[in-house]
């Protein structure tokens, strides 16, 4: 069986930002949720806010580079061993055609 269309829409009022849930036949609202407003905050306390998320902006960079540096020096390392392990082998690298 198949579903009934349906016959309500949701709309966001513009002007309180409030989700509206009108009736498409009749113009009627059936259900309205007022939006949440957050706290607001004194001007110093955003202002020490903005500061220590940029705090923690700077920390999560130089994590992130220094996990990186270290990640380029463990393959720097794999790599070097790798190359010592081949230095001795005249053998020619394996062709691909000849995987058939």
Same mark, same amino acid.
């Given at each position: 069986? $198949? /579903?009934?269309?349906?016959?309500?829409?949701?709309? /966001?009022?513009?002007?309180? /930002? $409030?989700? #509206?849930?009108? &009736?498409? !036949? =009749?113009?009627?609202?059936? #259900?309205?949720?007022?939006?949440?407003?957050?706290?607001?905050?004194? @001007? &110093? $306390?955003?202002?020490?806010?903005?500061?220590?998320?940029?705090?923690?902006?700077?920390? #999560? %960079?130089?994590?992130? %580079? !220094?996990?990186? *540096? *270290?990640?380029?020096?463990? #393959?720097?390392?794999? %790599?070097?061993?790798?190359?010592? /392990? =081949? !230095?001795?082998?005249? =053998?020619?690298?394996?062709?691909?055609?000849? @995987? &058939?």
């Amino acid at each position: 069986m $198949s /579903q009934p269309p349906d016959h309500t829409i949701e709309v /966001q009022c513009p002007h309180c /930002q $409030s989700r #509206l849930t009108v &009736d498409r !036949e =009749t113009g009627e609202v059936l #259900l309205s949720k007022k939006h949440e407003k957050r706290e607001v905050e004194s @001007f &110093d $306390s955003a202002m020490a806010n903005a500061r220590d998320w940029d705090r923690r902006k700077e920390n #999560l %960079f130089e994590q992130a %580079f !220094e996990q990186e *540096k *270290k990640r380029k020096d463990m #393959l720097e390392k794999k %790599f070097r061993e790798a190359q010592k /392990q =081949t !230095e001795g082998d005249d =053998t020619p690298p394996p062709k691909p055609f000849d @995987f &058939d």
